[in-house]
């Protein structure tokens, strides 16, 4: 049930802020905190009481699950449960939620209640894909997250809202119905292999499938998630969504809605099809690199800052895709530790853009320039997350690329060399942003507030978390590893296992 | 005829005694509202009847007609399409000028005709139902006579539809020629004995009465009429055609093919094939040229037929489910959308409230009306938490069950060109309203809405998300209707 209220409070809270917020827009940012907070307390709960090596009584690394009928002549379930992955995303997202509400606390003045309705709705589709297990139900919150997001880009956007808002639902949802057609190939493959309908994760895992219809359903599956992630031919929605959402939407798009794409991959593009995702990895781990080091190079030749955050993302999911595919349990670990490390560094980069773009009303370098003088904390800041974006040891983000680049090495040496290289890059990128925008000479003169105790908090709480999991990564990895390690066994062992549990 | 025969045809008697009273008493007292209230109750009651008429289903009387679950829910969701007609046109008409009236007695004869085509099994009473339908049809276009765009669009209909009936009448002398019976059961029986597949008179027969129902519902390469006629149309009727009229000739359809088992011909697949795809790339290829809501509409509604068509293919019980499951989306989604096009059409004036522009900035003025208008439009587009997302899931599953893998692809593909102009129509609700120098708000903004009107729109909604979030209830009635099929 506890999975249920994680998603009701969300959806309610949404509700709540929308109906306060023609009071007083006050009234509906507390709703969402509150709601948020509590949901975050429900999280952390379920972590607390299933730490790290989860072990529980059923025989699976499940937290909780929850089952019932909805539509039964499909075999469909309205099925959540949880193992540590799931719970590390959801956690994720909730922090990252929190801040996104903090950081658009005097940004977003207009509509404040249908703003943060969208938000939480948005949140509470995501909280449903990490938490689903019925193909149906994953599909539908995939698609539900779309479209309060559509909304906080169209709405609340910048100078091209209208034209970043389409192309990010257009690819998204483009994608999203190849998958729905292969989740219902594979469905039918089941049925024809053992006459049952069902849409239910653990009864489809192990589906014997004949090598190129897998290959198919594979690459469906993969289109969609790579669309998300994203891989590089499928990357050109995010540079205009990310730029063009207020910071509250890049926040939740960079943090939450990417690792909706990483996530797919880990949970269902390996386990269901794991011989065709092995003929395959060559390719998606060609990707990655390329993502790796397109992102990086793109990201260094930007003048728009946040264009700027933007590619860096490609380029940090890059090294995901190259550790999924990489598939042994060191690349996994770095893969979700990159997740967790890029959704709290970026999150908070773009924070950080958002609170100059708003003092400064441009996001263009060429006019910035020592701004370190104007304002000394948010200087501190943006060189602390600059340096933890390019990978410096001690930091989180250092720890989920060497995880990622020493599992890879086991599978492919030159990919991995090659991979490396992005990292040079990235620090050519960061160092970038930090000369142009706090260092050099003032190109213009700038009056401009500093970081106010609101958004420090909110800087230093996610700075916090990303030197404790730089520092003292085990928690995460903790977590992560029963799940990490049942979803590397062979899928039909994964069934059998399941299969005695209710 | 028996007793138990009347109870059966009692739903077409109470519709046909509701059309004569309607008459005669608009005859003698001329007033708005007691005409559509008798429109409304005997519309109701025709609904309440079908329940009487269940406990003798399913049941044949004469060889024209049959009474069974599929019979029963197709008319069941044409009287509720009517009804919510009913009471836009209501709202849509008491604001113009000219009688009223006897836009109720012609609403009346196409739905008989239309109820008659779902309960229909032999040739005979599908064409009779057909013309009641195109007939009632070509008058209610025409209504507001003093608009040149509804005459052009009513002279439009009618040379088509004329021109259609006369594909279907040669189509079924074909196949009476070859066979010698007009009754679907017996069509089948002779046909499973008869290899079709080698007689070309008869497929060209079947393939003639195929063309004349692909123009009722609008494929593609036969779609040419359709959005003037939608675009000419008051905006009630629009919403009339485009659900009950398609909705009942492709109730038709289904069951014409799964009674004859013409499903066995290949030749009639591959031309389905292709009729499916031109209609889902051509209309919703064209949406994206228009800027009036109901072309766009139109074109969308194209494009619907040819998903509709997906899951046609498909056959077996997936097939009538997704067909049943979808066509009983694309009524709520289209009444609601049209619905709010009639509720917003001020009075007089040459056309409705239907360009682009009349919906700039709705949502900061009339959120409810707004936010129902989204909601239909992405029901159309079939976003989750509506039925048009399990309508197209449907779709989408008994084409991929069949192993239809071209058509589900352009289907998909056809899917997303369409959230494009959808997504146009949403954009422009929740932009910032334009400040006109002469007027200072667009027609949309100011029009009064009628409390019946908006009151079905609430409803329609209400029925779009439950049965959206929860489809197991309809989908299990279908299931059990559908069995009087197969």
Redesign the interface.
């Known amino acids: 049930m506890i999975l249920l209220w994680l998603i009701l409070v969300l959806l309610i809270g949404g509700l709540l802020a929308w109906l306060a917020g023609p009071r007083h827009p006050l009234w509906s940012r507390w709703v969402s905190l509150a709601s948020l907070g509590v949901d975050l307390a429900l999280a952390l709960a379920l972590w607390v009481e299933a730490p790290g090596g989860v072990d529980l009584s059923r025989g699976g690394p499940w937290v909780a699950t929850l089952t019932w009928?909805?539509?039964?002549?499909?075999g469909i379930n309205f099925h959540l449960a949880a193992d540590g992955l799931s719970i590390l995303m959801t956690m994720l997202t909730l922090v990252l939620g929190i801040a996104s509400v903090l950081a658009s606390w005097t940004e977003i003045r207009e509509r404040v209640g249908f703003f943060h309705f969208n938000l939480l709705w948005s949140l509470a589709g995501t909280l449903g894909v990490f938490l689903a297990f019925d193909l149906?139900l994953f599909f539908?919150f995939w698609?539900?997250m779309?479209?309060p997001m559509?909304?906080l880009i169209?709405?609340w956007g910048h100078e091209r809202r209208?034209y970043a808002?389409?192309k990010f639902?257009?690819f998204t949802?483009?994608s999203g119905?190849?998958m729905?057609?292969a989740i219902?190939?594979l469905?039918?493959a089941h049925h024809s292999a053992t006459g049952t309908y069902t849409f239910d994760y653990f009864d489809l895992l192990g589906t014997r499938l004949a090598p190129h219809l897998a290959m198919w359903l594979m690459l469906g599956f993969f289109f969609a998630f790579a669309v998300k992630l994203p891989a590089v031919p499928f990357h050109t929605w995010l540079p205009d969504a990310h730029t063009e959402a207020p910071t509250a939407g890049s926040v939740i798009l960079a943090g939450v809605l990417l690792k909706t794409g990483a996530y797919g991959l880990i949970r269902f593009v390996v386990p269901l099809f794991p011989e065709a995702a092995h003929r395959f990895a060559p390719v998606a781990m060609a990707l990655g690199v390329v993502g790796i080091l397109y992102g990086a190079m793109l990201a260094f030749a930007q003048r728009d800052l946040k264009r700027l955050v933007a590619y860096s993302s490609i380029s940090h999911l890059g090294f995901v895709l190259l550790g999924v595919f990489a598939w042994n349990l060191l690349a996994l670990q770095g893969a979700v530790m990159q997740m967790v490390a890029h959704g709290l560094t970026t999150g908070a980069l773009f924070i950080m853009v958002g609170a100059i773009q708003e003092r400064l009303h441009t996001r263009d370098m060429g006019r910035m320039g020592a701004l370190w003088h104007a304002m000394p904390r948010m200087g501190a800041v943006g060189l602390f997350l600059a340096v933890a974006s390019l990978g410096l040891p001690g930091l989180a983000n250092f720890v989920g690329e060497f995880l990622t680049l020493l599992g890879s090495y086991r599978v492919s040496v030159p990919l991995t060399v090659t991979a490396t290289v992005g990292l040079v890059a990235a620090t050519v990128y960061a160092l970038i942003l930090v000369q142009k925008v706090f260092h050099g000479r003032p190109r213009e003169h700038w009056e401009a507030a500093d970081l106010g105790a609101r958004a420090m908090a909110v800087m230093l709480t996610l700075i916090a978390l990303v030197v404790w999991l730089g520092v003292y990564p085990q928690p995460v990895l903790n977590t992560a590893h029963p799940a990490l390690s049942a979803a590397l066994t062979p899928p039909a062992r994964v069934a059998l296992s399941t299969g005695a549990a209710p | 005829m028996s007793a138990p025969d009347l109870i059966a045809l009692l739903p077409l008697i109470v519709l046909t005694a509701t059309a004569v009273a309607v008459m005669l008493v608009a005859a003698f007292r001329r007033r708005h509202a007691l005409v559509a209230g008798l429109t409304l109750a005997g519309l109701l009651g025709t609904l309440a009847a079908l329940f009487a008429a269940a406990g003798v289903a399913p049941r044949g009387v004469t060889p024209l007609l049959v009474v069974d679950g599929y019979t029963l829910f197709y008319s069941g969701l044409i009287l509720a399409a009517a009804a919510v007609v009913t009471v836009l046109t209501y709202g849509y008409l008491d604001r113009q000028p000219g009688r009223r009236e006897e836009m109720y007695v012609l609403l009346l004869a196409a739905t008989l005709g239309a109820v008659v085509l779902v309960a229909s099994r032999h040739f005979a009473s599908f064409f009779l139902g057909m013309e009641l339908l195109s007939v009632s049809l070509f008058a209610m276009i025409a209504y507001p006579l003093g608009r040149r765009r509804s005459l052009e669009a009513s002279l439009k209909y009618l040379i088509l539809a004329g021109v259609a009936s006369a594909l279907l009448l040669f189509g079924m002398a074909l196949v009476y020629n070859q066979l010698g019976t007009l009754a679907f059961p017996a069509l089948g029986a002779l046909l499973a004995s008869f290899r079709a597949a080698d007689n070309l008179y008869l497929l060209a027969g079947i393939a003639l009465v195929t063309v004349g129902i692909g123009f009722k519902i609008s494929l593609v390469p036969f779609h040419l009429w359709t959005p003037d006629v939608y675009e000419g149309a008051p905006a009630p009727v629009t919403a009339y055609l485009a659900t009950v009229s398609k909705g009942a000739m492709f109730a038709l359809l289904l069951r014409y093919f799964l009674h004859t088992g013409a499903y066995g011909a290949p030749a009639l697949m591959v031309m389905f094939a292709v009729l499916a795809i031109a209609s889902m790339l051509a209309g919703n290829l064209l949406a994206l040229l228009q800027n009036n809501v109901k072309r766009i509409l139109a074109y969308s509604s194209i494009a619907h037929m040819g998903y509709l068509l997906v899951a046609f293919m498909a056959g077996g019980v997936l097939g009538v489910v997704a067909v049943s499951y979808y066509l009983a989306a694309y009524f709520v989604m289209t009444l609601g959308a049209f619905g709010v096009v009639s509720v917003l059409s001020g009075p007089g004036g040459e056309a409705d409230t239907d360009h682009i522009s009349d919906y700039q900035g709705l949502f900061w003025r009339r959120p409810w009306l707004a936010g129902v208008f989204t909601v239909m439009l992405?029901a159309l587009a079939g976003?989750?938490?509506t039925m048009g997302?399990v309508g197209k899931?449907y779709a989408?599953?008994a084409g991929?069950?069949a192993a239809l893998w071209w058509p589900?692809?352009v289907l998909?593909?056809g899917?997303?060109i369409g959230?494009?102009y959808y997504?146009r129509i949403i954009?422009a609700l929740?932009q910032a309203a334009p400040r006109q120098a002469t007027t200072g708000t667009t027609r949309a903004q100011i029009t009064p809405v009628p409390l019946g009107g908006g009151l079905a729109l609430l409803a329609l909604t209400a029925v779009l998300v439950w049965l959206g979030i929860?489809?197991?209830y309809l989908?299990?009635f279908i299931?059990a209707t559908a069995a009087a099929v197969l």
Do not use: M
């Open positions: 009928s909805w539509i039964p002549t499909f149906f539908f698609e539900v779309l479209v559509y909304f169209a709405l209208i808002a389409i639902f257009l949802q483009g119905l190849f729905l057609i219902l190939g469905v039918f | 992405l976003v989750p938490l997302f899931f989408l599953a991929v069950g589900v692809i998909a593909v899917s997303v959230l494009f997504l954009v929740f929860f489809p197991a989908v299990d299931h």
